[in-house]
């Protein structure tokens, strides 16, 4: 079982694992240590439980959930610390959900986080402080979030993803800020956004199944999530700006392999 737990945190979801557990181990103390144990624990255990069902009924064999206890973790990270137990347990229940229903023949087409997420907003008027990117922690923590955010953006190939979205992202709100009102655009420049946006673009944004494996490819979904982020930032206002972009990107990268087999296919 030892080595079977070593070779696993090898693995880049593994190594996303230990990532998410440092930031959460930093992040909590400032959270209240009982609200970030209740609403992590209870998202854990549901989703974990579901997907274990899932997988067994699939494969026939029990295999440990992975993906469902990251998705877990990330759901736990976005919301609020202060959420009810059952907003984060519901949220990531329905985002391991969406990952069987939303699907096309090689991979589930959402961020199962985000789609959920967003869900949550409107089922249960939840909110999103993005605690566990350090926001209220020392501006040191800036440091922790970008290092472990590259390192983990490094191993799974997808830096030129992160960095064509932080450029365009930052770009067209600091373009904003000068031929605008700049107190329109401030917060994005200002915690707890400019933490959430390097925790997005490392830990989100990057997810493999729904994000391109070319470079070329991961500059133009980059691209186009900061666009779509931006446009939903300032013309809807909604706090989900960045969630939005991840999911129009998704749908951009779901459209990309289909129309790429397909042109495979009929040459």
Not at 68 to 96: D, F, G, K, N
Not at 168 to 180: E, I, K, P, S
Request: proline content about 6%; some cysteine.
């Amino acid at each position: 079982m030892w080595r079977s737990a070593k070779k696993f945190f090898k693995t880049p979801k593994g190594l996303l694992t230990l990532i998410l557990a440092l930031l959460i181990v930093m992040a909590a103390p400032g959270q209240g240590l009982r609200s970030v144990a209740t609403g992590l624990g209870c998202a854990m255990l549901a989703a974990g439980l579901v997907d274990v069902l899932i997988l067994r009924a699939r494969k026939q064999v029990w295999e440990f959930p992975s993906g469902a206890v990251l998705t877990a973790m990330i759901v736990a990270m976005v919301l609020r610390a202060q959420e009810p137990w059952y907003v984060p347990a519901i949220t990531s229940v329905a985002a391991v959900g969406s990952k069987y229903l939303l699907r096309s023949r090689f991979a589930n087409v959402f961020n199962p986080a985000a789609l959920a997420i967003i869900g949550a907003f409107y089922a249960f008027h939840s909110g999103q402080s993005w605690w566990g990117a350090l926001p209220e922690v020392t501006p040191w923590a800036q440091l922790v979030l970008i290092a472990t955010g590259v390192f983990i953006a490094a191993r799974v190939n997808k830096m030129p993803l992160v960095l064509a979205f932080l450029g365009a992202y930052f770009l067209l709100f600091t373009v904003t800020a000068f031929v605008g009102d700049p107190r329109w655009v401030a917060e994005i420049f200002r915690p707890p956004d400019v933490e959430a946006a390097l925790f997005f673009a490392f830990i989100i944004l990057t997810d493999p199944p729904t994000s391109p494996a070319k470079y070329p490819d991961q500059i133009v979904c980059g691209v186009i999530v900061a666009v779509v982020s931006y446009a939903f930032f300032e013309w809807a206002g909604v706090v989900y700006y960045l969630l939005a972009g991840v999911l129009v990107g998704n749908v951009w990268e779901a459209w990309r392999r289909a129309t790429r087999r397909g042109w495979a296919f009929s040459n």
